[in-house]
């Protein structure tokens, strides 16, 4: 703490991307937490201090009747683009802070015929949101974008979450 001000743990928010690059460890985070978005082959690709890219692949679990990948799929790879984020810099918190998506919006743009790599470029806001409910008892909310695209770099889909955080006594 400073001045009273409680900020975010920066050693604790590299030991969480440490871990987050671990494929096997989490691998297993994503098979015992996220069971549905790992078996729909859901990837984190990337985590640093600017952004956090993830992957969702066209295959047979995540096919839809029109040869592409389903909407929810697309969804989950995108919420975890913005989610992962979010849990690294509340784990590393000094005071608990509860979360919660309550809204989203997507933006189908063409269809998703391969892997489709989400990116959240928002990491810098995201902080700044978290360390403000951690130092007040009203909830904070922030809207935070998620773009997809193909391995040519086509826009395929866009997200807008909106994340509520709300620190606890």
């Known amino acids: 703490m400073n001045n009273g001000i409680t900020t975010i743990n920066m050693d604790t928010v590299k030991s969480f991307m440490k871990f987050a690059r671990q494929p096997f460890k989490f691998g297993a985070f994503m098979v015992w937490k996220l069971p549905a978005a790992w078996l729909a082959g859901v990837r984190l690709r990337s985590l640093d201090d600017e952004s956090c890219v993830t992957s969702v692949p066209y295959k047979w679990l995540s096919q839809n009747p029109f040869r592409s ?97 709300k620190g606890k006594s």
Do not use: H
Not at 91 to 96: D, I, L, M, T, V
Not at 125 to 142: C, D, H, M, R
């Open 69 to 165: 990948t389903y909407f929810a799929c697309l969804s989950m790879a995108a919420e975890l683009s913005t989610g992962l984020p979010s849990m690294m810099y509340l784990r590393s918190a000094s005071k608990r802070v509860s979360m919660l998506v309550t809204n989203m919006e997507g933006t189908f743009v063409k269809k998703a015929t391969g892997r489709t790599f989400f990116t959240c470029s928002d990491l810098p806001a995201l902080k700044s949101a978290i360390e403000k409910a951690v130092n007040q008892e009203e909830p904070v909310t922030i809207v935070v974008r998620s773009e997809g695209r193909d391995k040519e770099g086509t826009l395929i889909a866009s997200f807008a979450f909106t994340w509520s955080f």
